[in-house]
């Protein structure tokens, strides 16, 4: 005997599935927990909350033994596992492991925001999004570190930081197998170095680039906006960077780690790790082309693309200039800003360039003299003034090399 819905005239197979269905109705909710007074329309509901009070998870995963309170959420947490995602996109037919992600992924195209923000109305397309975002005005910080005590106020924020502890890097590049902590900075490295593709284009001038916050850099050219400014000084600046080379330089920084063989201090615990191996000799980066060795694994990427791939990664985004190395990149960027972040405490006198500032209070100042000719013995404050010593006053040698001390070795040709 069939049972029919009195408000949609849908049928029922028995009694009991027509009442079920006739709350969806209703609105009724005759189901209450006894601890919270939380109220449900079907008594499995309630049955599957009452575990969040009594702390039962009765399902656990087969792989890693992780367990939970409801089936469903196996079944979703097993697709972390399998790589499964069975919801696709309608229009881009980009795939989700979850439908919750596959909807809140639809309002990219539809543009739909329908969870706003009470504070200051802002609008999101998902729920957790608003979530973090209100965590933004509470100062709410919730998820604490378990090492190093330090909050935060989102997860995904605590798992990454928990990687500076454990050294973890779990995402790894196809291409050149380089690994990162995040999955954002491992996209970001194919887009910039491999694929080459720039997706991010400015309204005003049509120029593209890799990376969005290039983008953001290079609208400031527009706008003349300099959003990042010294709280010593206050000088402003347009990259955050560029802040970041100003304070080191002009205003110092706290250097917390010391080498315990010769106590020179560092501001970061990675390069006292690195500096250690000058008094080691450690070299273990070795290149797999041609065995060269390096104590840094970012000096063995610079030699990779210097000596063999010739590849120029670092593109300026005002000029179509490209560099080998990041930091040739950030000395060019300063040709076009005019910044010379480098400054004489003695005479004030500005400079782009650290080596410049070096050379200066060497040539200038301390009229110091480290470059000396092997053949006789005369000192010189810079390579340039040895080199062109040698090449004026002994014609008859030939120069063969430079060392990093400074002496200048040559051969002197027979006649």
Request: with cysteine; net charge positive; charged share 25%.
């Amino acid at each position: 005997m069939s049972h029919k819905c009195g408000y949609c005239e849908k049928t029922l197979s028995t009694k009991q599935a027509l009442d079920r269905h006739s709350i969806t109705h209703t609105g009724e909710k005759p189901f209450t927990c006894n601890i919270c007074q939380k109220s449900f329309s079907q008594k499995s509901v309630l049955n599957k909350h009452l575990r969040i009070h009594n702390g039962r998870k009765p399902f656990s995963c087969d792989v890693c033994q992780k367990a939970f309170s409801q089936k469903s959420h196996l079944e979703r947490h097993n697709r972390t596992h399998t790589g499964e995602k069975p919801f696709s996109c309608d229009i881009c037919l980009k795939s989700f492991s979850t439908k919750t992600h596959r909807k809140c992924h639809m309002r990219i195209h539809t543009g739909e925001k329908p969870f706003s923000c009470n504070v200051c109305q802002k609008a999101f397309s998902c729920t957790t999004t608003l979530k973090n975002h209100v965590r933004t005005h509470t100062g709410e910080k919730r998820f604490s570190c378990n090492i190093c005590l330090k909050k935060f106020s989102h997860k995904s924020r605590l798992i990454v930081h928990q990687r500076t502890h454990t050294g973890e890097k779990p995402f790894s590049c196809d291409f050149c197998h380089t690994s990162f902590v995040e999955k954002s900075n491992l996209s970001r490295h194919i887009r910039t170095i491999h694929s080459k593709e720039k997706t991010f284009f400015c309204d005003i001038c049509k120029k593209s680039f890799s990376q969005k916050q290039n983008l953001e850099s290079h609208k400031r050219i527009h706008t003349g906006e300099k959003p990042y400014s010294c709280y010593v000084c206050q000088k402003a600046f347009v990259q955050k960077s560029n802040l970041g080379t100003h304070i080191r330089a002009v205003h110092g920084k706290i250097k917390q780690f010391s080498c315990d063989i010769c106590q020179k201090t560092f501001s970061q615990k990675e390069k006292v790790e690195s500096h250690k191996r000058t008094h080691t000799g450690e070299k273990p980066f070795s290149c797999d082309i041609c065995q060269t060795s390096f104590a840094k694994i970012y000096s063995l990427l610079c030699h990779k693309r210097a000596i063999h791939s010739k590849e120029k990664p670092f593109s300026c985004d005002i000029c179509p200039k490209s560099f080998t190395y990041n930091k040739s990149l950030k000395v060019h960027k300063r040709t076009h800003t005019g910044e010379k972040s480098f400054s004489c405490d003695i005479c004030q006198a500005l400079f782009v360039e650290k080596s410049n500032l070096s050379r200066h209070i060497r040539i200038i100042h301390s009229k110091e003299k480290p470059f000396s000719c092997d053949i006789c013995l005369k000192a010189f404050s810079s390579k340039v003034n040895l080199a062109s010593h040698v090449k004026k006053t002994h014609t008859k040698e030939k120069v063969t090399s430079m060392d990093g001390v400074g002496s200048f070795h040559a051969q002197t040709i027979v006649e």
